[in-house]
C-alpha cells in the first residue's frame, strides 16, 4: 500500500467548533488531494494541492481550507463545523496528477 | 462542468452470470479510471484507460474505453461472491481534478 495516513480516523464533534484532519504521506507525491464521500454522491472534490504552498479548490469547497506547509503533509480544516459536513473524508497522491489516486483509509467525522 | 454518470447505481446478481457497468461523462477526456472500494474500506485502483478503444483485462474483470462515444464500459464475467464492493469510474476534468461517478454497488449472491 502507498504510504498515506490520515488522523484522527474518527471524529466527533459539535457544530460551531473547528476541526482538522491530517494526511500523511511518505510516497513523496506531488499532488495531493481530498475528497468526501457521501451516499448517494460519490466522492467529491474538496480541495487539492499541487506542491508545498500550492493548492486550489474542488467542486465542493465551501466551509473548507487547506494548508500544505511540506510535501508529506495536507491539512484540511473545517473553521466552523456544521453537521452537513458529517462525512468520510478521504486523502489521496497522485504522483504526477494523471497517474492512479492512492487513497488514505478515510476519517468518518460526525458533527453534531 | 464535466458530469460523470454511472448505472446501474445498484446491481444484484447471481454468480456465474456476466453483467456491464456503465460511465458515461459529459466532456472530452482520453484517460478514465475505474476503482473498487469494499465496504468500509478505501477505494483501491483497478484500470487506467488512456485513449480511444484501450481495453484493459484482470481477472473477471474487463473495461473498455470509447471515447467518442464519452463511454466506458466495465464487464463482468462469471462473477464470483468476491467481486461483491462498490465500483467508481472516474475522468479527469480540468487542472488534474478527478470527477468521480456515483458508483454502482453490486452484490453478488450464490
Known amino acids: 500500500d502507498a504510504g498515506i495516513t490520515q488522523s484522527p480516523r474518527h471524529k466527533v464533534t459539535e457544530t460551531g467548533t473547528p476541526v482538522t484532519l491530517r494526511c500523511h504521506q511518505t510516497?513523496?507525491?506531488?499532488?495531493m488531494y481530498w475528497y468526501r464521500q457521501d451516499p448517494g454522491h460519490g466522492l467529491r472534490l474538496i480541495h487539492y494541492?499541487?506542491?508545498?504552498?500550492?493548492?486550489d479548490k474542488g467542486e465542493v469547497s465551501d466551509g473548507y481550507s487547506v494548508s500544505r506547509s511540506k510535501t508529506e503533509d495536507f491539512l484540511l480544516t473545517l473553521e466552523s463545523a456544521t453537521s452537513s459536513q458529517t462525512s468520510v473524508y478521504f486523502c489521496?497522491?497522485?504522483?504526477?496528477?494523471?497517474?492512479?489516486?492512492?487513497f488514505g483509509n478515510g476519517t468518518r467525522l460526525t458533527v453534531t | 462542468e464535466l458530469k460523470v454518470e454511472q448505472n446501474p447505481l445498484f446491481l444484484s446478481m447471481q454468480e456465474g452470470k456476466n453483467y456491464t457497468i456503465y460511465c458515461n461523462y459529459s466532456t472530452t477526456s482520453d484517460r478514465l479510471y475505474w476503482y473498487r472500494q469494499d465496504p468500509g474500506k478505501s477505494l483501491e485502483s483497478l484500470f487506467v484507460l488512456l485513449s480511444n478503444g484501450a481495453v484493459k483485462q484482470e481477472g473477471r474483470l474487463m473495461a473498455s474505453l470509447d471515447t467518442k462515444a464519452r463511454l466506458s464500459t466495465l464487464h463482468i464475467t462469471a462473477a464470483v461472491h468476491d467481486l461483491s464492493a462498490t465500483y467508481f469510474c472516474?475522468?479527469?476534468?480540468?487542472?488534474?481534478?478527478?470527477?468521480f461517478g456515483q458508483g454502482t454497488r453490486l452484490t453478488i449472491n450464490p
Open positions: 510516497e513523496n507525491h506531488r499532488y
Open positions: 472516474a475522468v479527469i476534468g480540468g487542472a488534474q481534478k478527478l470527477v
Open positions: 489521496a497522491i497522485s504522483e504526477t496528477g494523471v497517474s492512479p489516486l492512492h
Open positions: 494541492s499541487y506542491g508545498v504552498k500550492d493548492t
